[in-house]
């Protein structure tokens, strides 16, 4: 399946947005993912929340969201065994002193189907929720469960079946311009590429270093996460997930427990996040303000990096000064929610490939994306 005449193309960092972009890359280019752990989507991929939300984010963030949706709704025949999407439903709740954010919040995403909810109403559809906790809120029954591991399975199916090489446990330590070509070193291999793309999550800033990019200013940021059991007896999978008007907190339910989080943005190094036992705690003191549970016994609690340029906006485009180099990171939180969009521009750009309508017609204008704006 080598085409010489195609680019060669490698990928560092095999999370969703190495691994979806490696996917659609696959028939374009002779393209080889590399990626440092052993298993791929290690880092921020397998740590995320799981929600599509189209009322979340930059106005680019949600093209991207829209654009990505029918690629989730109906992935490619043989894709994967199971639907990607489930809906899940999602209801920002505010006290009463929060209802400003909560009415501010509605406002903004006038361009997305949210129902404003009084309080009898939220609290009918939230029974666990506190009696006389919210004055209001609304719902946006659009969100949706992501499964992100069959995603990521049916990228990496995609990838393999179409002449993709997948290079795991090695890290790039060097990058290096040899005329036309980039010279890279990861773990005992070194390669050669036409193009070198930069999906390397948290880690991005400082992989740009090592090639002699200027980096963008991009900021990790950890998030916190722990599951706990629902009350005896109360089923909870159709529950919708809870959000906090003020993004304090969020709860959501998760594989047969309940899903929690203090929603925080702790600057961090790019490394292998774990919790502050604060972040937890706190995550489980706001909640049960809200929640009238009784939790024994913290199941598991993880956290990941949600890593953002300075408008939090995603970037996806060549370095302007520096042919051959790509940028495709600054995913911050909406980065599984958004790869078929930013996977599919990723592949035109590099590749020629075509645009598939969905982004042609819903996503941003590429320019936004482009890292050129921060040059
Ligand atoms: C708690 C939490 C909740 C979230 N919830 C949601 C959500 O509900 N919906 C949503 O859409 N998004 C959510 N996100 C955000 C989403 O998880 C991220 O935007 C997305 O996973 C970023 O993907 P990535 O591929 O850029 O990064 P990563 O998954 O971190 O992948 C980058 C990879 O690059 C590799 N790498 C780095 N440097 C090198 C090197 N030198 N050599 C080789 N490999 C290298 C790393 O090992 C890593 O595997 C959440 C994130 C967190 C932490």
């Known amino acids: 399946m080598i085409n010489e005449s195609q680019p060669t193309v ?41 929600i599509q939300s189209q009322a979340y984010g930059s106005p680019a963030v949600r093209a991207l969201t ?48 949210l129902t ?44 393999r079946a179409a002449g993709g090489r997948l290079i795991r446990g090695a890290e790039v330590t060097e ?28 880690w991005a800033d400082g992989l740009a270093r090592i090639a002699g990019v200027n980096p963008i200013g991009l900021e990790p940021l950890r998030r916190s996460a722990l599951t706990f059991r629902p009350p005896e007896g109360v089923d909870t999978a159709a529950m919708p997930m ?38 937890i705690a706190e995550a489980m003191d706001r909640v049960l303000q809200a929640l009238d549970l009784d939790v024994r016994r913290i199941e598991s609690k993880w956290a990941g990096l949600r890593t953002f340029p300075p408008d939090r906006t995603p970037i996806c485009g060549f370095d302007p000064d520096h042919a051959g180099f790509f940028w495709l990171a600054g995913q911050g939180g909406y980065g599984i929610q958004t ?8 592949a035109h750009l590099i590749g020629g490939a075509p645009l598939p309508a969905p982004v042609r017609d819903l996503g941003p204008d ?8 921060f040059r």
């Open 175 to 202: 990058i290096r311009k040899t005329g036309d070509h980039w010279q890279l070193r990861a773990g005992d291999d070194i390669l050669q590429a036409d193009i070198v793309v930069n999906a390397a999550g948290a």
């Open 366 to 373: 590429p320019a936004l994306l482009s890292p050129a704006r």
């Open 10 to 50: 490698v990928l560092i960092g095999a999370g969703i947005a190495g691994i979806s972009a490696a996917a659609a890359l696959a028939d374009h280019a002779q393209v080889t993912l590399i990626e440092r752990e052993t298993q791929p989507a290690y880092h921020a991929t397998g740590r995320s929340a799981a």
């Open 116 to 159: 404003w909810l009084d309080a009898d109403e939220v609290e009918s559809r939230l029974p666990l929720l506190r009696r006389g906790y919210a004055v209001a809120g609304f719902l946006n029954a659009d969100a949706q469960d992501i499964d992100v591991h069959a995603l990521v399975q049916g990228y990496l199916r995609q990838f």
């Open 242 to 279: 809870i959000l906090d008007a003020e993004e304090r907190f969020y709860v959501k339910p998760d594989a047969g427990m309940l899903l929690a989080s203090p929603a925080n943005e702790s600057p961090s190094d790019p490394v292998d996040s774990q919790p502050e036992d604060i972040e």
């Open 66 to 113: 829209r654009a990505s949706d029918p690629f989730l709704s109906a992935p490619p025949d043989g894709f994967s065994e199971h639907p990607l999407l489930t809906p899940r439903g999602l209801i920002s709740v505010a006290r009463a002193d929060q209802l400003d954010h909560l009415r501010a919040e509605y406002e903004e995403n006038s361009d997305s189907a």
């Open 339 to 346: 790869a078929p969009a930013m996977a599919a521009l990723a």
